[in-house]
């Protein structure tokens, strides 16, 4: 199990080194000069003169060697410093961190939605395959995979902002639930056919296994028969909870932009348009970073609940 | 039931959509003010798509504009039939792309031994390890957008699991009697590759084929939809539904309609890479 661990560890250590400098090197190997891009259509125009391209260059550490430049960066970022927006020259930690709060949270509920509506019918489609929950459960997973998250969006908006008025056009946290609830909902309705997947197929093999038909034939309560399969669908559910990150990620910049919520995932569309590469960069690699850690605790995680998959690797 | 989801009839269903975008410069542009019985008949939407028509402004449906104007007073219809083409032409474009790259690198793993496969499972893991709209977002800020850019950094993304599922077939084939028969004669690795392995070795990666498709769609329209895909005019769905997202409150039709191609489109891509599957 040890061992286990710590080769997932190493693993993605790796994986983080190499998306460490996949970042810096989508940069370098842009065309075009950073600070001519960064300094045409922003401040004035005497910005644009050879002295401030190089101030500017100097201010960014533009002007030394690409090796040179690659340490640094790397040296920075491990102290978690992303350098400065070219935009408004605050540090890009700083940015990302106003932003990620409003992000979270609505994530965070969309999940927990997501979650208590799908393992059910998850759980009830596994029970009973082809019945009314199964083809249900079909149909709204079809549906859903093929709808992209913002025009989705964009109709919950149209029906519940624009038609009933019951929320706000434009969704702000400070206005409580009522600001972010069709954020959320847009969002856990992205999750829902995932999570409602996974949990069909696992608890489905689970109620199939030998150790499933033993507990019928002891005489086990079917709630019981449920919660014993749920827990051997662990590593199924860690395994999900990975793969949904980066959903989530993709589907935060879209749905944000929706519902105009000044999240993490505007500021990334934001800094795209007006070619702010320190906070692309930064946004970038914060959400490689997330899916690397997701990947390696949902690791951790099923090999915990069900040792044989850490044996059976080792073996 | 079962003749609906034969693979022949979900090819079908989806081969609308290339027909479609083949046809939209015949099916909707603009016609003079009397035009012959046969313009009338071939032309039956009779709007350029980026005519603008200032006096005609978010007009809601009806005999005229069948799906009604846009902001710009642009026949909404017309749009519709020529997004089409950006949607279909850059989600073949990305998917056949990621479809080569996935299978050279696949292949590559699971013939050249351990050293290119750890090398091609680094690779694969890193790209993967970005969710994929923001990969091509963070591209789309280094390099104008444009719709050839968006199929490029979109192919980018979409390999990893092509690859992943030729290389678990590349490496059963490289231990089988045939492939060990053709490096004894003297095969060289490329010839080995190339002959010997992959095209056995594609037939699983290409059910899924479909599914990166779908994928591809969807992901042109997000970043259309973030006004990073193919420039104005372009009649993009994704962008189509930017500009309707700051209509919103006065025109519910000019929504419908781009999520509603794009949600068949994707559907029946789904729906096809589902039939194969199934059908192996």
């Known amino acids: ?315 | 039931m079962s003749r609906f989801r034969s693979v022949r009839t979900r090819l079908f269903v989806l081969g609308l959509f290339p027909l479609v975008a083949l046809l939209a410069p015949l099916l909707a542009r603009a016609r003079p003010a009397e035009p012959p019985v046969l313009a009338r008949i071939v032309t039956p939407v009779p709007f350029d798509p980026d005519a603008t028509d200032l006096d005609a402004r978010l007009r809601p449906p009806d005999g005229t504009h069948f799906l009604g104007t846009d902001d710009l007073g642009r026949d909404v219809l017309a749009r519709l039939l020529h997004g089409a083409r950006v949607s279909v032409a850059v989600g073949l474009a990305a998917a056949t792309l990621a479809f080569l790259i996935g299978t050279l690198l696949g292949g590559a793993a699971g013939t050249f031994g351990p050293r290119a496969d750890r090398t091609v499972l680094f690779v694969t893991g890193v790209v993967q390890a970005f969710p994929a709209l923001v990969l091509v977002a963070a591209g789309a800020a280094l390099v104008p957008p444009s719709a050839g850019t968006a199929a490029l950094l979109i192919a980018f993304t979409g390999w990893p699991e092509v690859a992943r599922l030729v290389r678990a077939e590349a490496l059963r084939l490289s231990a089988s009697p045939h492939v060990e028969a053709a490096r004894a004669a003297g095969a060289s690795r490329r010839r080995v590759l190339l002959v010997h392995i992959l095209p056995g070795a594609v037939a699983p990666a290409l059910a899924t084929v479909p599914y990166v498709l779908g994928g591809a769609v969807l992901l042109e329209a997000s970043l259309s939809f973030l006004g990073l895909g193919a420039p104005p005019p372009a009649a993009s769905w994704g962008r189509a539904l930017a500009d309707a997202r700051e209509s919103l409150t006065s025109a519910w039709w000019c929504v419908a309609p781009p999520a509603a191609a794009l949600f068949l489109l994707v559907l029946s891509a789904r729906k096809l890479g589902e039939a194969l599957s199934e059908s192996r």
């Open chain 1, 1 to 315: 199990m040890a061992r286990f661990l710590a080769r997932r560890f190493l693993g993605s250590v790796g994986t983080l080194l190499g998306v460490l400098v996949a970042v810096f090197l989508l940069v370098s190997a842009a065309p075009g000069d950073p600070a001519r891009l960064a300094l045409v259509g922003h401040g004035p125009i005497g910005a644009r003169s050879p002295e401030a391209l190089a101030a500017f260059r100097t201010m960014h550490g533009l002007d030394r060697p690409l090796p040179v430049r690659l340490v640094s960066w790397l040296g920075a970022a491990a102290r978690f410093d992303l350098g400065r927006s070219f935009r408004d020259g605050r540090p890009v930690t700083r940015r990302i961190a106003e932003t990620l709060p409003a992000t979270l949270v609505v994530n965070a509920v969309a999940l927990l939605l997501a979650g208590l509506v799908a393992v059910p019918l998850g759980v009830r489609a596994a029970k009973r395959p082809g019945g009314a929950a199964d083809r249900i459960a079909g149909l709204l997973l079809d549906a859903l995979f093929s709808l992209p998250s913002f025009a989705l969006g964009l109709l919950l908006l149209l029906l519940f902002s624009v038609k009933l008025r019951w929320t706000p056009v434009f969704s702000d946290l400070s206005l409580g639930f009522r600001g972010i609830a069709l954020p959320a909902l847009t969002l856990a309705l992205v999750a829902l056919a995932p999570i409602a997947r996974v949990t069909r197929r696992a608890v489905g093999e689970a109620l199939a296994s030998p150790a499933a038909l033993t507990g019928r034939a002891r005489g086990e309560a079917p709630r019981e028969e449920t919660l014993r399969a749920l827990r051997r669908a662990m590593p199924a559910f860690a395994g999900l909870g990975a793969a949904l990150v980066p959903q989530l990620v993709a589907g935060s910049v879209l749905v944000e932009r929706v519902f105009g919520l000044p999240g993490t995932g505007q500021l990334l569309a934001d800094s795209v348009f007006s070619r702010d590469l320190p906070t692309v960069l930064g946004l970038t690699l914060v959400s490689g970073l997330a899916v690397v850690v997701a990947t390696l605790v949902a690791d951790a995680a099923s090999a915990l609940a069900d040792p044989r998959i850490a044996d059976g690797e080792e073996a």
